[in-house]
């Protein structure tokens, strides 16, 4: 299974981004894609996850609200849509797949892809 997630850049605050997960190699066997970010000096953070063969979606509650998780299995692709943010919210994002696993802990999930840098101006 690879994982590649893609979408971040140079923003302002108050500007929204949508960050796309594209998954190869087995999205079939999935269970939940999840994605989180790391910020230097800070520990990985959980953000949002999605079971992968429903509509069922867990969120940090700090995010709660300003950031949405989606998905469209037919290109085996998952979302993560952030509003109205901060230079709080810069960080490298990334997202993670769970054959077995939903939930906010970064051990649950087996497959991580190459994140994607988000840097929100002030």
């Known amino acids: 299974v690879q994982l590649q997630a893609s979408g971040g850049g140079l923003v302002q605050t108050g500007d929204s981004l949508r960050l796309l997960c594209a998954v190869s190699?087995?999205?079939?066997?999935?269970?939940?894609v999840a994605w989180f970010r790391h910020a230097p000096g800070k520990e990985r953070e959980f953000l949002a996850a999605?079971?992968?063969?429903?509509?069922?979606?867990t969120y940090e509650d700090s995010v709660k609200g300003r950031f949405t998780i989606s998905k469209d299995n037919a290109k085996t692709t998952v979302y993560l849509q952030m509003n109205s943010l901060t230079p709080e919210d810069t960080a490298i994002y990334s997202c993670?797949?769970?054959?077995?696993?939903?939930?906010?802990?970064?051990?649950?999930?087996?497959?991580w892809g190459q994140g994607t840098q988000v840097t929100v101006s002030s």
């Open positions: 993670a797949l769970s054959k077995t696993y939903f939930g906010p802990r970064v051990p649950g999930y087996n497959y």
């Open positions: 190699g087995g999205a079939f066997s999935a269970y939940a």
């Open positions: 999605i079971k992968w063969t429903s509509e069922t979606t």
